[in-house]
């Protein structure tokens, strides 16, 4: 696959669950635009071009460290790994970004992507160069907050689990968070995919991959999920908010 960032092979337009005074359940800005009262006919009036790229199969690259950065993109379907790999060749995983989630923000100073993103199932990307959502922003006072948010967020989540926490309270928050992204896009907050690897997740939360297996296993013998394969169910929501309260506290 070509160097360049954000692959432009097999793009499709998708289709849009909003029509055209709603915007897709998945827009990662629309709560930007709602808040400042704007619909979809004026966002057009602003000429800002939509790039749709995909579909990318799992373990094909968005873009790799150290690609010029061009763009920012927000997840329409699928999930995107973020990671990187240090000079001894191991690889660590800094998130997960699932539908109406934003990756590239962390290139906007350097002007190079700072890491690794890799499609881990059938992934389908809005792309948004940089220069043309820097003069939307300038037209939408609440995007350049948003965008902002969006930032502060991925730095509180890289943040989240670097503290002395347990393997439980780890997954549990884990878990609780995924629950609540979901959700906040109207994806069930109680049903949903582990559509990653147990060694990306446990890579993630830095734990042996042994240990996520254990862990998962005794909270299903606990009764606070039920996992079958990649399917979870959250069981017992109030048992895994105890668990995960000091980590998702601080």
Request: aromatic fraction near 6%; include cysteine.
């Amino acid at each position: 696959m070509s160097n360049t960032a954000f692959p432009r092979t097999d793009r499709r337009v998708l289709a849009d669950d909003g029509d055209a005074l709603r915007f897709c359940s998945t827009c990662a800005f629309s709560q930007a635009c709602l808040s400042q009262g704007m619909d979809k006919n004026a966002l057009m009036d602003l000429h800002v071009l939509v790039e749709h790229v995909g579909p990318l199969h799992a373990g094909e690259h968005v873009f790799r460290t150290g690609d010029p950065f061009e763009a920012i993109a927000a997840v329409r379907a699928g999930t995107v790994k973020t990671y990187v790999v240090d000079r001894d060749g191991q690889e660590h995983v800094l998130g997960f970004h699932l539908p109406g989630e934003v990756i590239g923000l962390n290139a906007i100073d350097a002007e190079h992507y700072p890491c690794n993103a890799v499609a881990l199932d059938t992934v389908m990307l809005c792309r948004f160069s940089f220069p043309k959502i820097s003069v939307l922003a300038m037209q939408v006072p609440g995007l350049q907050q948003h965008l902002f948010r969006l930032l502060s967020r991925d730095i509180g989540n890289a943040a989240l689990l670097a503290g002395d926490w347990s393997a439980d309270q780890r997954m549990a928050a884990f878990l609780l968070g995924l629950s609540r992204r979901l959700a906040a896009r109207g994806f069930s907050a109680e049903r949903f995919q582990l559509t990653m690897a147990r060694t990306d997740i446990a890579n993630y939360l830095r734990l042996a991959p042994e240990t996520v297996s254990r862990v998962l296993k005794r909270f299903q013998d606990d009764g606070l999920i039920v996992v079958d394969r990649r399917e979870l169910e959250l069981i017992d929501r109030d048992r895994l908010e105890l668990l995960a309260e000091p980590v998702l506290r601080h």
